[in-house]
């Protein structure tokens, strides 16, 4: 079964790059009709979907945070990885990657918009 | 951006005890695209329920979804210890993808 691990800085200064990996395991990142998110937790508080990349290299992006965010796919290491420039105190969170099965119908693959297994999750705290 | 508002935000119950948490939208979601989900302290959300009433793989049956349009509603028939949780709604409509902001479910 596919498992999803999270890993990278857990502190980044205000200003900088925040950049994370997800290494998928189980299953390839490359499977025709998975859809690999990224969604965060800020401290006690709800969730907030940050975007995603298809099998293919298609990606799709909160709104919110498009001008800042690149999620990317890396297929001879299997595994997608996020980058967040120009962070603030409001980017402290712990980030998750999940993914989306998808489904296919006559015209192809698409997302499910659901989110099936996570990871456990890391937490980055953005500080001086 | 459709914004999901969940209640009660803590609702205080027994084991064995029925437990009925709702999810309202600010506008109408398709069924297919609405989804809850299970958080204990410390772990990763854990999906229940997706299209509005299926259970995802592995989930008890006394776990069911019900609802349409800017309605849903979470039920869990007899509450066991394990239950008690967060439990988080979430829809994708209008390009946009949200979470509500949980329910807690404790024990009285």
């Known amino acids: 079964q596919v498992q999803l691990r999270e890993s990278g800085p857990g502190l980044v200064k205000p200003s900088q790059t925040l950049s994370l990996t997800c290494t998928v395991s189980?299953?390839?990142?490359?499977?025709?009709?998975?859809?690999w998110s990224w969604i965060r937790q800020h401290p006690g508080r709800g969730l907030e979907w940050i975007g995603f990349i298809s099998y293919n290299g298609s990606s799709y992006y909160n709104a919110s945070l498009k001008s800042r965010l690149t999620i990317s796919l890396d297929t001879s290491n299997n595994h997608f990885s996020l980058r967040l420039t120009s962070v603030t105190a409001a980017d402290t969170a712990v980030y998750y990657c999940?993914?989306?099965?998808?489904?296919?119908?006559?015209?192809?693959?698409?997302?499910?918009?659901?989110?099936?297994?996570w990871g456990q999750g890391t937490l980055v705290t953005v500080s001086s | 951006e459709i914004v999901l508002t969940q209640s009660p935000g803590t609702l205080s119950l027994s084991p064995g005890e029925r437990a009925t948490l709702s999810c309202r939208a600010s506008?109408?979601?398709?069924?297919?695209?609405l989804a809850w989900y299970q958080q204990k302290p410390g772990q990763a959300p854990r999906l229940l329920i997706y299209d509005a009433s299926n259970r995802a793989t592995g989930i008890p049956d006394r776990f069911s979804g019900s609802g349409s349009g800017t309605d849903f509603t979470l039920t869990i028939s007899r509450l066991e210890p394990e239950d008690f949780a967060v439990y988080y709604c979430?829809?994708?409509?209008?390009?946009?993808?949200?979470f509500g902001g949980g329910t807690k479910v404790e024990s009285k």
């Open positions: 189980g299953g390839s990142i490359t499977s025709d009709g998975y859809y």
């Open positions: 979430q829809q994708f409509g209008t390009s946009s993808l949200t």
């Open positions: 999940a993914r989306d099965p998808g489904y296919y119908d006559t015209s192809g693959y698409y997302p499910n918009n659901w989110f099936d297994p």
């Open positions: 506008q109408s979601v398709s069924s297919s695209f």
